[in-house]
């Protein structure tokens, strides 16, 4: 394990349910985990043993119901929600399994928008947004809009704005998951190459065998894929 | 949502352009009526603070005329008489005038009177001259050349005649006034107007101006705008709750967004100002129609006169409408403000929406 003076994410002794009384359904406890900068993490599981969950977790998006998540030494429940927020468009790029990318925006403006929103200068914004898409090789499509991509354009596009902020910790939400196999080899690569280059270390939920193999691998092992799932990860460098 | 914000947006605009015509109709009605006063009634008033009336050695004219925006001054005599005829006498309020020809009756005095121009009527004065049996009121015999046609504006029906007969009839000797009438250059700067007039003679006068003078007329028509103002602007209201609605619909339909956006990073208040700027915009862009489509439509109907009015009972043979830019201006701000405030609630909850539920139903 990482020590935790270097770790960037801490999770300590995470639990997490749904619901209350009889119909209560505990997803996971238990779970600790430590990843340092450079880690590059895969998080696999059956359906509904609390991957997605455990991410939403490390992005601070949802609290736990016991244990920490800390980032960079800070622990989520102690942040406002207006710091919170800063926190996670500064330091945590998140890509989800359906690119979630605003109809209403070009390529280059969703790329663009985690730098609007953080207050920085336009010019600025929408030449760094065309330097990523370059990099994910969309800089012909900067000015196309969401409906006119194809499935693997828009999961490349949503890659780039994921990293637009060179985020210390890039969450990845089965990222390839609504792609058939060979456009998901192709974004499988590019991710692990652009969380190289410009994130600090990235975690990837995953059914994903490839992934499982060429990434330091948490398995959540669920019972029916519902509760007492506990898992302890000892990350280490990607082997990949 | 196209449909529901296209919805939101045509009220919105129908509304400001109902309010924006009602007011350009009232304003339009409220000119004429307010331009046939300023012709008719003196825009300051000068009468004696004290008893006894303006004489010429008190130099009140020459005065008067040298305020800046003064441009004309005449002196009146005001008093009371008896008119009769005949065996019929009814009293009278007359003012004597300098250039005023033979007895000018109103015709709400002619009337009970039974009198027409050409009679001839006898004024009895309250005031009386020594004779030698004794104190006799002063009587003047005069034709009335003309009726004069009741003004809206008046406070009572008055009738005018020359000023050196009004003089006779008040013993006000030859150069006598119970007051002086002066016009000014900007009527709507009469309270101005009466300040630098009370600078100039001091306190020996008392100034009244045009609005004091027709205070209750004055009023009623602010009072006209106001509730008339409020009426409509209650379709203003209404349209902004529709907006309400749209913006509600928003929040549920874009709630995934409203969740990425704060996975981006956006704080709570970020994302309740963008949905709130979303709900506004519809505003924004539902007042801007609905001030186009008001404007136009007042001048419209004022170019080609499309409301005709029986001339005889108005005066004029259509609707008057007159475009203020300072109502337009109130109207316009006001529907924007109230698209914003009434988006606020939606964008709010859909900013305390838990980003996490979002992206699980997404």
Known sequence: MAPEAAALLVAEGLAKGFGAGDARVEVFRGVSLAVAAGDLLAITGPSGCGKSTLLHLFAGLDAPDAGRVALDGADWATLAPAPRAAVRGASVGFVFQFHHLLPELTAEENVALPLFLAGRPEQGSRREAREVLDRVGLLGRAAAFPRTLSGGERQRVAIARAVVRRPRLLLCDEPTGSLDAAHAAQVFELLAEVAKERAGAAIVVTHDPEWARRCATIKLLGEEGLSDVVGTALPVSPRG | ?362
């Not at chain 2, 339009?28 to 008033?45: C, I, N, Y």
């Not at chain 2, 988006?343 to 909850?349: E, I, L, M, S």
């Open chain 2, 1 to 362: 949502m196209g449909v529901v914000a296209l919805a939101a947006f045509c009220g919105l605009a129908l509304g400001v352009a109902a309010l924006v015509v009602s007011l350009a109709l009232l304003a339009g009605f409220q000119t004429h009526v307010r331009s046939r006063l300023l012709a008719e009634t003196p825009h300051l008033l000068v009468t004696p603070a004290g008893r006894g009336p303006f004489h010429d050695a008190d130099r009140i004219g020459g005065k008067l005329a040298a305020v800046p925006g003064v441009v004309s001054v005449s002196p009146v005599a005001r008093g009371r008489v008896w008119v009769s005829m005949g065996r019929d006498a009814a009293p009278a309020e007359v003012v004597g005038r300098e250039r005023t020809k033979g007895l000018v009756l109103d015709v709400a005095q002619a009337r009970p009177l039974g009198v027409v121009p050409g009679d001839t009527v006898t004024l009895v004065s309250s005031r009386a001259r020594l004779s030698p049996l004794g104190p006799v009121p002063i009587v003047s015999t005069l034709r009335i050349t003309a009726l004069a046609p009741s003004s809206t504006g008046r406070r009572a029906a008055e009738a005018s005649l020359p000023l050196d007969e009004a003089r006779r009839l008040f013993a006000l000797g030859s150069d006598g006034a119970t007051g002086y009438e002066v016009f000014l250059k900007d009527p709507s700067k009469a309270k101005a107007g009466a300040a630098a007039v009370a600078a100039a003679l001091g306190p020996s006068v008392t100034l009244t101006t045009w609005e004091e003078q027709n205070r209750a007329l004055v009023l009623a028509l602010r009072l006209e705008r106001f509730v008339l103002f409020a009426a409509v602007f209650l379709i203003v209201i209404v349209a902004g709750l529709n907006l309400a609605a749209t913006s509600a619909v928003l929040a549920a339909t874009r709630a995934g967004d409203a969740a990425v956006l704060s996975v981006l990073g956006a704080s709570p208040r970020t994302v309740e100002n963008v949905f709130r700027a979303a709900g506004g915009c519809v505003g924004m862009a539902g007042t801007l129609a609905g001030v186009l489509l008001g404007v136009a439509a007042s001048i419209l109907l004022e170019r080609l006169g499309l409301v005709p009015l029986p001339a005889q009972l108005y005066g004029m043979s259509h609707a008057p409408f007159r475009v203020d830019p300072l109502d337009v201006g109130v109207v316009a701000a006001l529907s924007i403000l109230w698209a914003f405030v009434v988006a606020t609630v939606p964008a709010r909850a859909a900013a305390r929406q838990p980003a996490v539920e979002a992206l699980r139903g997404a």
